[in-house]
């Protein structure tokens, strides 16, 4: 697969060498991809090619492989010297990402520096690549000293399947060969007995090394002693693994013990509470046994294709359901009697898998240490255990990079961006009295009607410029933003997560761009999949991600996903209770507008305008007054359609165009809403009245309403914050 410039794939220099050889490298590639996708029922789970360049004495290794989905995808790459550097070098290594929609272009351009010390051997690096919908090819180049290195470069391409959306995305760790065909009849898709899931396997070696790289996936898979080793030889990519457990990922790990003898080692690697999976107060949550034999599948639930129906399909009598895998067989009388004749599954005598919450994500303990050779029953019970909205990512994030979002017009800044209807009304009227009989009066009086000719162009172009000008100034020259975003802080473990939508109007884009840290995973949101096309991006890492063109336009509404994951020291002290008081000192970086505390005897106290970095002393409340202060609060910062945006119309214009544009992709899979996402999840956390008012705040845990969470990054420092809502939910 290595070779040349590049393996699988044209270069521009190979194109310029004449039709002929570009022919038939294409056939070759065409016929490797028909055989690849002859292969059925195993899971197709990556894309992308092993790219080898050589020039400028150094060979360059270039992987792009990875699974398929949103998120960045890491490109791992390897310089090696062929000929020993005397001294420093800077490479200069470019990626672009292209797309094509609806007859226009668009790329992404992602640069990063490479490092190349003298006398130093290989050099291992990872660019992180945002993804883009419908971008499925790429090609990379190379500078130095500000001249391309002849020979650093290659091109190849992705699937970019979209139909891939309503799948889960598996990597399992580890150097095991293992069969997917069992995972991949779970996933079967109704066009093609490949699996619309994407899974692969990846060598422990090999993994990335920030949280971010992994944001492409809805599952790790990854035994008990491979977890260990990976938290000793590589602390960092453990590191990067809960991070990204914590920010709303699935960690399944295999091999714990059918008497879940390795539960307590996993827990105390992991720093999660001990918790005893055969108790019934237990942490641990085994899935429900009516998941098992039981039909649960069907349009509008949330579940996965049905354990009994798995294993007795029939291609002539699917129906197929929301996730575009059947979940309703319609059976003949001589199908009933085949089905009969095979024996019905019976429900294990003990449960095969157990989950408990770790943050903002899911840790499932799995007792065999072969999961992959149980039948397609046990994968399909793990899912409905974990349900799509947790599994799949475009519900788990509360949005789509495929389809339209309706909800964008839902989080617009209040009164920007509007057409000026009075101030037109106004100036087209005095326009056509001035312009008409009053202008022809005027001249015809002073005998100067020839000017007309004149009078009537310059008369247009001033109420033009007045109208522009109204706008301009109304909606002003600078960047507005608003945000509502959700902070978990666990002060045992230092563990912190942030989920924010952002929502940016600028009258006139700033000239750097947008800046993030590398710890924060930026992901565009489009109300409309057209407005996705056209255009170049650039994206620059260092010391950060830095946007510099085209992912903030002026005049523009524009809207990012932003989830942060790392450790920090922000918190809330709260100290004993002490004449019927509780004392609190807040260290969140920002001041406080509303705590509400419930200490460990599970007695609620509320505080308010507590400043950082000050103490103050928080008096007994009923849990139900608490709940109606915060719920005021988060509801004086809905999500709702501007003033006078027909949501009914809306609704129509978007059903309509997902049933002829994205019924063959998505089948009837449900549109993307934020009410499935995470962040929105803890918003509803606050807001459940059952058993009892904040129940789901535990004891020694709180929750407040913050001006501004620290956690959130606006990109700029000219954005200014408003109609922003700022949840912070912690524990100690």
């Known amino acids: 697969m290595i070779g040349g410039q590049s393996s699988g794939c044209l270069t521009p220099a190979q194109m310029r060498r004449g039709p002929g050889r570009a022919i038939r490298k294409i056939s070759l590639v065409l016929l490797a991809a028909t055989v690849a996708v002859s292969h059925v029922a195993t899971l197709h789970g990556q894309s992308g090619t092993l790219n080898r360049a050589v020039g400028g004495g150094v060979r360059m290794d270039v992987e792009t492989r990875w699974p398929d989905g949103a998120g960045y995808r890491p490109v791992r790459i390897m310089v090696t010297p062929t000929v020993p550097p005397i001294a420093d070098r800077t490479l200069v290594f470019e990626f672009t990402t292209t797309g094509y929609s609806r007859g226009r272009q668009d790329k992404i351009h992602v640069t990063q520096e490479i490092e190349l010390a003298a006398g130093t051997g290989p ?32 091109a190849g391409s992705f699937q970019d399947h979209a139909g891939f959306e309503t799948s889960p995305r598996m990597i399992l760790i580890g150097d095991q060969s293992v069969v997917s065909d069992n995972l991949a009849r779970v996933f079967v898709t109704q066009y093609s007995n490949i699996t619309g899931g994407t899974f692969s396997t990846i060598a422990a070696s090999d993994l990335p090394s920030r949280w971010i790289d992994y944001t492409a996936l809805d599952m790790v898979c990854v035994s008990t002693g491979d977890l260990q080793t990976i938290a000793a030889a590589r602390p960092e990519v453990f590191r990067a693994l809960v991070d990204w457990t ?76 929301r996730y575009g895998r059947p979940n309703v067989t319609v059976r003949s009388e001589s199908n009933d009697k085949e089905a009969e004749k095979k024996p019905r599954p019976t429900t294990p005598a003990r449960p095969p898998f157990a989950s408990r919450p770790y943050e903002m994500g899911m840790l499932v303990a799995i007792a065999t240490d072969k999961p992959f050779d149980e039948d397609p029953g046990f994968w399909a019970w793990l899912c409905n255990h974990l349900t799509s909205r947790r599994l799949v990512w475009y519900q788990r994030h509360g949005f789509s990079p495929h389809r339209d979002n309706p909800e964008f017009f839902r989080f617009l800044i209040q009164g920007v961006g509007k057409a000026p209807l009075n101030a037109f009304r106004v100036l087209i009227t005095l326009f056509v009295l001035v312009i008409g009989p009053v202008n022809y009066y005027i001249l015809r009086r002073f005998h100067r009607l020839h000017l007309l000719v004149v009078t009537v162009p310059v008369s247009a172009a ?29 002060q045992a473990t230092g563990q912190t997560e942030c989920w924010a939508r952002l929502s940016y109007y600028s009258g006139m884009a700033p000239g750097d761009g947008l800046a993030f840290s590398d710890d924060v995973a930026v992901y565009p949101i489009a109300g409309l999949a057209s407005d996705r096309a056209g255009g170049d991006r650039g994206l620059v890492w260092h010391k950060g991600q830095k946007m510099k063109s085209g992912w903030l336009r002026s005049r523009t509404p524009t809207q990012y996903l932003t989830v942060r994951s790392r450790q920090s020291r922000l918190g809330i002290d709260v100290g004993p209770r002490a004449d019927g008081r509780l004392p609190v ?20 106290y509320w505080a308010r305008q507590l400043a950082d970095g000050a103490e103050t002393q928080a008096e007994p409340v009923e849990p139900a007054e608490a709940m109606a202060d915060l719920l005021a609060a988060i509801n004086g910062c809905d999500m709702a359609f501007p003033p006078g945006v027909d949501a009914s119309v809306l609704s129509y214009r978007y059903g309509r165009r997902s049933y002829y544009y994205d019924y063959g992709y998505y089948g009837d899979s449900p549109e993307p809403s934020p009410a499935t996402s995470l962040m929105e999840a803890s918003f509803q956390s606050i807001a459940r009245n059952s058993p009892s008012p904040l129940s789901e705040l535990g004891p020694r845990s709180y929750a407040a309403i913050v001006r501004f969470s620290p956690e959130v990054e606006l ?17 100690w």
């Open 462 to 490: 001033g109420v033009t410029l007045a109208l522009f000008a109204y706008a301009i100034f109304s909606d002003g020259l600078g960047t507005r933003v608003r945000a509502r975003s959700v902070t978990r802080i666990n």
């Open 585 to 604: 000192a807040g260290r969140l970086g920002t001041d406080v507008e509303l705590l509400v505390v419930r200490d460990e005897e599970g007695s609620f």
């Open 123 to 154: 050099v291992t690096t990872t660019v992180a690549v945002p993804y883009m919908a419908g971008h499925n090819s790429y090609e990379f180049c190379v500078g130095e000293g500000g001249r391309e290195v002849r020979g650093l470069t290659g």
């Open 715 to 731: 990109g700029t420092p000219v954005a200014r914050s408003e109609s922003s809502l700022h949840l912070v939910i912690g524990s």
């Open 246 to 321: 914590a920010a709303g990922g699935n960690l399944l790990v295999f091999g714990v013990g059918s008497d879940w003898e390795r539960c307590e080692p996993l827990q105390r690697l992991l720093r999660l509470p001990p918790a005893d999976p055969s108790s019934r107060e237990s942490a641990w949550r085994f899935p429900d046994v009516n998941q098992f034999s039981q039909r649960v599948g069907g349009i509008g639930s949330e579940v996965f294709a049905p354990y009994d129906d798995i294993s007795v399909e029939s291609e002539d009598y699917r129906v197929y359901g």
